[in-house]
């Protein structure tokens, strides 16, 4: 029903180019998006999993996770995107007649990811992944200038070979599952493989598991095939960047998630896929912190940041532990949250600025204390530090690492996140402190404030954990743990 | 597979694979695209033959969507981006068009040894099948790297895409249709995509030479 609610906006985005009609529009399609969306997380959560329209859509606790991300993310980002939008058109980044374009490609985004997060059918998150990967093509190379289109065919040769791998290993899925459950969609439905996962042909599930994970890796950017996420996320307008760090990102491992919980009950048992996860995740973390260090543009810095992140997720759920998955299932959110906000408030900062080099940003508080204030704070989130509750969530991964034997695994992590720590501390100090460009135009409104609620949230989760939250992670965890 | 004589299919595997051999040795981007056309269209054929044999109207369903959708549409598409863009060479870069071929044959053999141990679980007929449907990814992959031209990137796409259908075909019969349904209708929107972003390219740099794009880094 949803998904509906995002193909009819976008469809309707492209009606008019007048600013009102399409905030309008917007707002109440978020609104209805967040009432239906709403009410089938809560019918989700309430008896443990939700069916619609016989069966072709389902949830579970996991999904309802990923959705709910999805929505505040896109609650909070369209919100953002009207001043921001509009701010550009005015200075002629491009041209108005454009701007519909925009919320058409951005609502078509958002449908494919409620998809792939609706689904109980490995195909159809296939057919869900590989498109948003097209709905954000254009949208990476929004501003058609020389950087923008090298990042959108980068992007989107780089993903759709990795996806293809994905789609293999789907196909491989399959023809091990069929002669068991049929030659129809409940071959590939995640409610049903469970019940013949001990049966199914080894060779080939390992085969297809193998292809899907590096396939749909590629796709959450982990390294070494990261190389096109930076020039993706960081050529793309600000709001968009927000969207594909917090919660694309997400959805691609959500896909991998679904594999990963499949080979447990399987004869291939959790070790290959944990190991292959807990090895992406590492070297994720490795080399992005050496990138995050050296790093002069400052919205790439953010998206080798997510690569980071991605890496300390692979870390968690690859080890497999009830504490491990509870901490990253949190984290994800976490992630999500301080990401977008960081690029929201980055985006302005480098809307005012006009440049995204970090060497020539200088005086931020000065000139604009508000920004400041909410900089301070995503620095101190993004990086894990206490009370934030990104501190909370990766410090069960770190002593879960510790707990089950892996100790240098465990200090070298945890020395890679001081580095990193220490590189973000760097670069903000910088640009937060100093002798300010007299060309700057100095104040801004206190309504500024209102862009830091979800680090505000991400905040209070450090301090408290609500029963029910606690209650939802525990069902994920179980999920993940045990099929369905 | 029921019906399709051990001769015709050996003949329908023959032309998939040399048909791909082609598109590597091609030097210009029109007679590889061609030959990707043909391809397709033996690939359609083989599949709406199954489906007449088996009598199931899904099989049928999906010869006709890939004759009309991937034989059809986009070969227009790309060969109008061809025209605009006056590319003819593809671009070879790191391997001439001779050596490339003695990769594309080394990869071949690479495919044959890959699915050995799937050998047990297919009849033979299909183990040559999900050879010839390895290999082709195989070719797209390389082809992907040695040429510059970004529309031969896209050919390539698609010579992947076209490999993970025959591979599929031959493992499982196909996936069901809603799935089938979804990818190519992906497959489809990808290459408008591209087109677009093809066109964006020639404004950019007046020409469709990946090797241009390289102010991203680090």
Known sequence: ?484 | MVGISENMLNLFLFVLLTSGLIIVYSTRVKKALNWWTLQTIVVSILILVQGVYSREWEVLVVGVLLLIGKAGIIPILLRRVLRESKTEWVGEIYLKRTSSLVVAGALTLLAYDVTKPLVTLSQPGFRFGLVVGLALIFYGLLLMMIRKVAIVQVLGLLLIDNGIFIAGFFLTKGMPLLVEMGSMFDILIGIVITVILSKQMLENYHSLNVDHMRSLKG
């Not at chain 1, 707002?27 to 969306?37: K, N, Q, R």
């Not at chain 1, 490995?122 to 923008?148: C, D, H, P, S």
């Not at chain 1, 020039?231 to 959500?254: I, R």
Request: aromatic share 12%; net charge positive.
């Open chain 1, 1 to 484: 029903m949803f998904i509906g609610v995002a193909m009819i906006a976008a469809v309707g985005m492209l009606l008019s180019t007048k600013y009102n009609y399409l905030r309008l529009l917007n707002s109440v399609a978020l609104l209805l998006l967040t009432v239906s969306g709403g009410w089938t997380i809560r019918q989700t959560l309430s008896q443990g999993s939700y069916t619609y329209g016989s069966g072709l859509l389902y949830w579970d606790a996991l999904s309802a996770l990923l959705l709910s991300v999805i929505i505040m993310i896109a609650v909070y980002v369209i919100l953002f995107s009207f001043g921001y939008m509009e701010a550009e058109i005015r200075e002629n980044r491009f041209p108005k007649e454009r701007l519909r374009w925009y919320y058409f490609w951005i609502w078509i985004f958002i449908a494919t990811m409620l998809l792939v997060v609706s689904t109980p059918n490995l195909g159809i998150i296939w057919v869900g992944i590989e498109g948003t990967t097209l709905a954000t093509t254009l949208l990476v190379g929004f501003y058609r200038n020389k950087q923008a289109v090298e990042a959108a065919w980068k992007y989107v040769i780089l993903c759709t070979v990795g996806i293809s791998f994905a789609l293999l290993g789907t196909m491989l899925l399959f023809a091990a599952a069929s002669p068991l459950l049929g030659q129809s969609l409940s071959a590939l439905d995640w409610r049903m493989l469970p019940k013949v996962a001990s049966q199914l042909d080894p060779t080939l599930f390992r085969l297809g598991a193998l292809f899907a994970v590096v396939g749909y890796g590629a796709k959450v950017g982990f390294a070494p095939m990261h190389a096109w996420l930076p020039d993706a996320h960081s050529q793309a307008p600000s709001p968009v960047s927000a969207l594909l760090s917090a919660v694309l990102l997400n959805c691609a491992l959500y896909a991998i998630l679904r594999w990963y919980s499949l080979a447990r009950l399987t004869t291939l048992g959790p070790d290959l896929i944990g190991t292959i996860l807990m090895c992406f995740g590492f070297l994720s973390l490795a080399l992005m912190a050496g990138f995050i260090l050296m790093q002069k543009d400052i919205k790439r810095l953010l998206a080798y940041s997510s690569v980071e992140h991605m890496g300390i997720l692979a870390l968690g759920f690859g080890l497999g532990t009830r504490e491990t998955i509870w901490g990253a299932s949190l984290h994800l959110v976490l992630h999500g949250l301080t990401k977008a906000n960081l690029f929201v408030i980055i985006g302005n900062l480098v809307q005012k600025t006009g440049t995204r080099h970090m060497s020539r940003i200088h005086g931020v508080f000065k000139l604009w204390p508000y920004t400041g204030i909410i900089m301070i704070l995503g620095l101190l989130s993004i990086t894990g530090t206490p009370p934030f509750g990104t501190f909370r969530s990766e410090l069960s991964i770190l002593s879960g690492l510790f707990k089950t034997g892996h100790p240098i695994l465990g200090f070298l992590t945890l020395l890679f996140l001081t580095v990193i720590f220490a590189g973000f501390l760097y670069h903000f100090l910088q640009m937060l402190y100093g002798q300010p460009n007299e060309s700057q135009q100095p104040g801004e409104g206190i309504s500024t404030l209102i862009l830091a609620i979800p680090l505000l949230v991400v905040l209070f989760l450090g301090l408290f954990i609500p029963q029910s939250l606690n209650q939802t992670l525990n069902q994920v965890v179980q999920v993940i743990l045990g099929g369905v």
